[in-house]
T-cell receptor
Framework: GAVVSQHPSRVICKSGTSVKIECRSLDFQATTMFWYRQFPKQSLMLMATSNEGSKATYEQGVEKDKFLINHASLTLSTLTVTSAHPEDSSFYIC??????????????FGPGTRLTVT | RKEVEQDPGPFNVPEGATVAFNCTYSNSASQSFFWYRQDCRKEPKLLMSVYSSGNEDGRFTAQLNRASQYISLLIRDSKLSDSATYLCVVNEGFQKLVFGTGTRLLVSP
């Protein structure tokens, strides 16, 4: 399957600071990437869909000014959590679709970034 | 009603047992269905897609019942390494995937 990487894998930051998370497709081009968030013992929740060269589409209830998404190339999308607060502490996971394959709905996930805001 | 519902478990089974998980979804327009596996504090990994005719991959068998909006996963001859959370996933629209909360499986020696 396709390989997706994320960086950093773990980050601890102070309340009020901003954190940038990178998501890369390593062996394929991804015109669309997805950002999810998962709180303990809960399901993955889609935050936004990141489209290369255009604005991201945010899910209802997700603040676009707080979670800035940039998808400037076919292999890189970034999520910036601005003015982070302790309630933003979560597991952030990106995924991408590999359009080389006919299984158009399958998504491959990065290893995730565990954010802790103190 | 949740879009994708699963029994959270945990299902505690001995090695070699057969175990089945069920999942129901609310959107009758959904076209694609998957089972993902998620280990503790790790990302989900695709286990298998679920096709209308049902499909099998080694010890794993997935079934889809569109009329009842019901998906199942059967694991035969359980291994210790099968211990994980199994996520039922359904597409919504062209790109969006909706995840169930997962069913936790614990396989013991």
């Amino acid at each position: 399957g396709a390989v997706v990487s994320q960086h950093p894998s773990r980050v601890i930051c102070k309340s009020g600071t901003s954190v940038k998370i990178e998501c890369r497709s390593l062996d394929f081009q991804a015109t669309t990437m997805f950002w999810y968030r998962q709180f303990p013992k809960q399901s993955l929740m889609l935050m936004a869909t990141s489209n290369e060269g255009s604005k991201a589409t945010y899910e209802q209830g997700v603040e676009k000014d707080k979670f800035l998404i940039n998808h400037a190339s076919l292999t890189l999308s970034t999520l910036t959590v601005t003015s982070a607060h302790p309630e933003d502490s979560s597991f952030y996971i990106c995924s991408a679709r590999d359009y080389r394959e006919s299984r158009a709905y399958e998504q491959y996930f990065g290893p995730g970034t565990r954010l802790t805001v103190t | 009603r949740k879009e994708v519902e699963q029994d959270p478990g945990p299902f505690n089974v001995p090695e070699g047992a057969t175990v089945a998980f069920n999942c129901t979804y609310s959107n009758s327009a959904s076209q694609s269905f998957f089972w993902y596996r998620q280990d503790c504090r790790k990302e989900p990994k695709l286990l298998m897609s679920v096709y209308s005719s049902g499909n099998e991959d080694g010890r794993f068998t997935a079934q889809l019942n569109r009329a009842s909006q019901y998906i199942s996963l059967l694991i035969r001859d359980s291994k210790l390494s099968d211990s994980a959370t199994y996520l039922c996933v359904v597409n919504e629209g062209f790109q969006k995937l909706v995840f169930g909360t997962g069913t936790r499986l614990l396989v013991s020696p």
